[in-house]
């Protein structure tokens, strides 16, 4: 009897041992619980586009390689900066497109009153400056811009800010920015300034420049076009101022040409009168009389008042001949009246009589 109830006691557990086995299972699952929150909080990836800074104790480090990198959690620090381009505008709000009068209305040189709308882009260039060197380099680089745009926006008219001088404007700004942030040097470089939009603040006033634009458009058209005549017009022109030089030329060669050719016919004409003065006399005489005589026209008056034109001479020979052998008596002869043959007759007695002269 004794003996049976000694067996049961035996098999009851033992709670002291059942507790240090709970206790050790709970140890390890916050064992592991630590090593997993541990093990997270010292692995970190980074990007491509990215630039992680490292702080031990205070004392920071870049990272630039990308991948996964360990630290020591608790003990160092992890801030991450990006590498690429970013921008804000000045004026107006990206999401809502709302313009923001505070920072787009300004007054020009010649006191007109303009809203300007800019964008601007900048980079972080020493991650560690960028973080530490000030406490808000975005929010002084907006300062900065705003100043100097009102600045440069004061030393040009209205009508250079609307239209021809934004480009100049523009570098006008970043010019003085980026002088401005090297002296700063805070971490962060201006990339680009763009000026988005330009306008009045009133619709009147718009509407009035909209005009003025049109008009300084439809004047470069006109200066355009008037440069494409000149450009056609002044090369056909020396086209032919060259043809009527060559054609002068041409022509003045030729008079010169015919002018030595009839010199050199007068000289050999002249040596020949020299040797034979009465033979050349005669010569020159009936070579005249061949060129004169074809071209004259021969008209024969009648007895009874008629008239009849001869021509050419071959004709008035025939006739001639004809009427001679109708008129034997010799009393109905014909008067006639040929200015060439007497002309002829005087010139040929002119001619015997220089004959005379040079046989004399």
Request: proline residues 4%; without cysteine; charged residues 25%.
């Given at each position: 009897?004794?003996?049976?109830?000694?067996s049961?006691?035996?098999?009851?557990?033992?709670?002291?041992?059942?507790?240090?086995?709970?206790?050790?299972?709970?140890?390890?699952?916050?064992?592991?619980?630590?090593?997993?929150?541990?093990?997270?909080?010292?692995?970190?990836?980074?990007?491509?586009?990215?630039?992680?800074?490292?702080?031990?104790?205070?004392?920071?480090?870049?990272?630039?390689?990308?991948?996964?990198?360990?630290?020591?959690?608790?003990?160092?620090?992890?801030?991450?900066?990006?590498?690429?381009i970013?921008?804000?505008?000045?004026?107006?709000?990206?999401?809502?497109?709302?313009?923001?009068?505070?920072?787009?209305?300004m007054?020009?040189?010649?006191?007109?009153?303009?809203?300007?709308?800019?964008?601007?882009?900048?980079?972080?260039?020493?991650?560690?400056?960028?973080?530490?060197?000030?406490?808000?380099?975005?929010?002084?680089?907006?300062?900065?811009?705003?100043?100097?745009?009102?600045?440069?926006?004061?030393l040009y008219?209205?009508?250079?800010?609307?239209?021809?001088?934004?480009?100049?404007?523009?570098?006008?700004?970043?010019?003085?920015?980026?002088g401005?942030?090297?002296?700063?040097?805070?971490?962060?470089?201006?990339?680009?300034?763009?000026?988005?939009?330009?306008?009045?603040p009133?619709?009147?006033?718009?509407?009035?420049?909209?005009?003025?634009?049109?008009?300084?458009?439809?004047?470069?058209?006109?200066?355009?076009?008037?440069?494409?005549?000149?450009?056609?017009?002044?090369?056909?022109?020396?086209?032919?101022?060259?043809?009527?030089?060559?054609t002068?030329?041409?022509?003045?060669?030729?008079?010169?040409?015919?002018?030595?050719?009839?010199?050199?016919?007068?000289?050999?004409?002249?040596?020949?009168?020299?040797?034979?003065?009465?033979?050349?006399?005669?010569?020159?005489?009936?070579?005249?009389?061949?060129?004169?005589?074809?071209?004259?026209?021969?008209?024969?008056?009648?007895?009874?008042?008629?008239?009849?034109?001869?021509?050419?001479?071959?004709?008035f020979?025939?006739?001639?001949?004809?009427?001679?052998?109708?008129?034997?008596?010799?009393?109905?002869?014909?008067?006639?009246?040929?200015?060439?043959?007497?002309?002829?007759?005087?010139?040929?007695?002119?001619?015997?009589?220089?004959?005379?002269?040079a046989?004399?």
């Amino acid at each position: 009897m004794f003996g049976k109830k000694k067996s049961v006691v035996n098999e009851q557990k033992d709670p002291v041992k059942v507790g240090k086995g709970i206790g050790k299972a709970a140890g390890i699952v916050v064992l592991l619980l630590l090593v997993v929150y541990l093990s997270a909080g010292s692995v970190y990836s980074l990007k491509e586009n990215e630039y992680a800074v490292v702080s031990t104790f205070g004392v920071p480090k870049v990272v630039e390689e990308s991948g996964i990198h360990l630290k020591l959690p608790y003990i160092q620090s992890l801030r991450k900066v990006p590498k690429t381009i970013n921008g804000f505008p000045i004026g107006y709000r990206t999401d809502s497109d709302v313009s923001v009068d505070d920072e787009s209305f300004m007054i020009t040189r010649d006191y007109n009153f303009v809203n300007v709308d800019f964008y601007v882009e900048y980079r972080v260039t020493d991650p560690i400056k960028f973080l530490y060197s000030s406490e808000s380099p975005v929010n002084i680089l907006k300062m900065l811009t705003q100043s100097y745009i009102r600045d440069t926006i004061g030393l040009y008219d209205v009508d250079s800010v609307i239209t021809t001088g934004k480009n100049e404007i523009q570098a006008s700004i970043k010019e003085k920015i980026i002088g401005r942030l090297e002296q700063e040097d805070i971490g962060i470089q201006l990339v680009n300034i763009t000026i988005q939009d330009a306008e009045p603040p009133t619709q009147e006033v718009i509407n009035a420049f909209k005009n003025v634009e049109n008009a300084k458009q439809g004047k470069e058209t006109s200066i355009n076009r008037a440069n494409q005549k000149r450009n056609e017009d002044i090369p056909a022109a020396r086209a032919i101022v060259d043809e009527t030089l060559k054609t002068a030329q041409a022509q003045a060669e030729e008079r010169v040409n015919e002018a030595k050719g009839q010199v050199a016919r007068l000289n050999e004409l002249y040596a020949e009168y020299q040797k034979y003065p009465l033979i050349t006399k005669q010569r020159m005489f009936f070579e005249t009389m061949e060129e004169i005589l074809p071209d004259m026209k021969v008209i024969i008056e009648r007895s009874d008042g008629s008239t009849q034109t001869m021509l050419p001479l071959e004709s008035f020979a025939s006739f001639s001949e004809k009427a001679q052998a109708e008129d034997t008596d010799g009393r109905n002869g014909l008067g006639t009246s040929t200015a060439p043959a007497g002309k002829s007759q005087n010139a040929a007695g002119s001619g015997q009589d220089a004959d005379l002269d040079a046989d004399d």
